[in-house]
C-alpha cells in the first residue's frame, strides 16, 4: 500500500533526523552553534536567526544537505508503517527465498572447507605473526603462501545457475502470453524498462549532448566541450553540493577531477574519525586470522596479479578487502539488501545466539577485487581509498551479488538486457539462442564485475561516473545490449558459443 505523499514525507523526514541524530556530523554542527554564540554578529533577541545565517554562510548548512542527499540516495523510500519489516528488504517472497537458500549455499561452502582443511573460521593470531603482518602490511604482495587447497566460494557461472531456475510460483498455472514470450535464460517477471523510458531516464546521454570520453576526441575541436565542461565541473567542486556533482557526471568527469567529485556525491571527507576507524580495522587484521584472508589472498593473486593495469596495486586490494572483511559498519545495509548476513557459532554454541558473530560481514569472491582495483587510479591514501569502496558496495555493488527484484538488482539488469535485445534484434536474439549461445550466457559476467576486468580503466571509469550520476546500475544492462548491437553483424555469422565468446 502506498503512503499518501504528506505522512510518506514526514516518515522520511523522521528516519533521516534519526540517523544524523548518531552521527559525527551532529555534534559537529552543536559544536559550530556553540562557538558562534561567541561572535559579535549574534545577537540574544534574534538568536535563532542569527545562528542560522551563521552556519548557512560558513558552509556548514551545505554539509547538513548533502548528508540528507546521501541518505535519500541510499535508503529505499519507507514503506507503509504496516508493512512487515522484510518487506523493506525485498517485497517479493519467492526473491526472499531463493536469496535464503543461495546464502545457505556460500555458507556451506565455507564450512566444508574449513572442514576439509581442518581450520577454523577465525582465530587470534600469535603475538610474533601479529609482528610481521605489521612491519609488511604496505608490501603484503611479496608473500607466497600455498592456497592451492582452498576454492572459490562460487563462480560467475554457479550464481547465473541459481538465477536462470527462478520462478515465480504464482505464475506456474497461469498462461501470460506476453509474459511466456520472453525466449531468455531468466524466467520471472518483473517490470523493466523499454527503450522509450530508458530514453527519457538516461536523457542526458542523448546524441545532442556533449559526452566526456567522446566529444572531447580529435574530429570535435575539444576546447568546445572539453575546458567548457572542465570549467564547470570546477564551479560545482567549489560549490560543494553533492546533487549538482551528481548531475555534472552523467556527462562523465575529468579526470583531474574526478577523485573530488566522486567523494562530494558519496558524501565521504576522510575525517579523522573516519581515518581513525579504519586504522581500528586495521589493528583488527593483524590480531585476528579469518579463513576469508585466505580466499581474499587467493584471488587477489589470481585476479590482480595477472592484470597489467593492477598489479601495481597489489598491496592496496589486500589492505582494502582485508579491513572491509571484518567492517561490521557494512551490516547497516541489510536494512535494505534482499541479502541477511551470515551468522557463524562459537565453537560448540551452535544456535545460541549470544555466540553467534557475523562471519564474514561480506562474502567475497573475484568481483570484489575488481571493483576496488579501480578505484586505486583516483585514491593514493588507503583510509579515503577504504571509504569510497565501502560506500560504493553498499549504494551498488552488492545488488549485483544478491538476489532481489530491485531495479539495479543483478535479476533485474538480466532481464532488461535480454528484452533491449529480443525486442531491439529480435533476429539475432533468435540467432543466439539456435546455435546455444544464449546472449546472457556471454554478458552476465561483464555485469556481475560492473564490466571491470573488461574494458581499459578510463572507458571503466566513464561507465561508473553514469552509475553514480544516475543511482542506478541499469546502465550496465544497456551497454551489455549495446556491444551485441555493435557485433551483431559478425555474430550473425558465428555457429557456437565459444566462436560468439
Known sequence: AMLDPDSGLSLTIARIVQRLKGSSLHSQLERQARVSLHKPEIKLESLKEDIKDFLKTSGWEKKL???????????????????????????????????????????????????????????????????ELLNKWNEMGTDEPDLSLFRPVYAPKDFLEVLMNLRNPNYENGEQPSFRSHLGLIQVPLKVKDIPELKEDFSELGLNIGQLGIDDSAQVPPEFFENEHVRVGQKVLAEQDSAAAQQYVRQGCPTALRADLW????????????????????????????????????DVKLTASNDDYYFVFEDYLYQVLLCFSRDTSVLEHFTYSSATPPKSYIRGKLGMEEYAVFYP???????FILSVAPLCFLYHEPSKLYQIFREMYVRF???????????????SLCLLFETLLQTHLPQLFYHLREIGAQPLRISFKWMVRAFSGYLATDQLLLLWDRILGYNSLEILAVLAAAVFAFRAVNLMEVTSLAAAE
Request: net charge neutral; aromatic share 8%; proline share 9%.
Open 65 to 131: 544537505q548533502n548528508a540528507v542527499y546521501s541518505e535519500l540516495n541510499v535508503f529505499p523510500s519507507p514503506c507503509h508503517p504496516a508493512a512487515p519489516p522484510e518487506h523493506m528488504k525485498e517485497p517479493l517472497a519467492y526473491m526472499r527465498k531463493a536469496q535464503g537458500s543461495w546464502e545457505k549455499r556460500i555458507l556451506k561452502s565455507l564450512n566444508s572447507m574449513c572442514t576439509e582443511l581442518s581450520i577454523p573460521l577465525a582465530q587470534k593470531r600469535p603475538v610474533s605473526e601479529q609482528k
Open 263 to 298: 567523494a562530494l556525491i558519496l558524501n565521504i571527507s576522510n575525517q579523522p574519525e573516519d581515518i581513525l576507524y579504519y586504522e581500528q580495522l586495521k589493528s583488527n587484521v593483524i590480531q585476528h586470522d579469518l579463513l576469508v584472508d585466505s580466499l581474499i589472498y587467493k
Open 361 to 367: 560481514p561480506n562474502v567475497n569472491y573475484n568481483s
Open 397 to 411: 555493488f552488492f545488488r549485483l551479488h544478491s538476489i532481489s527484484s530491485h531495479p539495479s538488482g543483478i535479476v
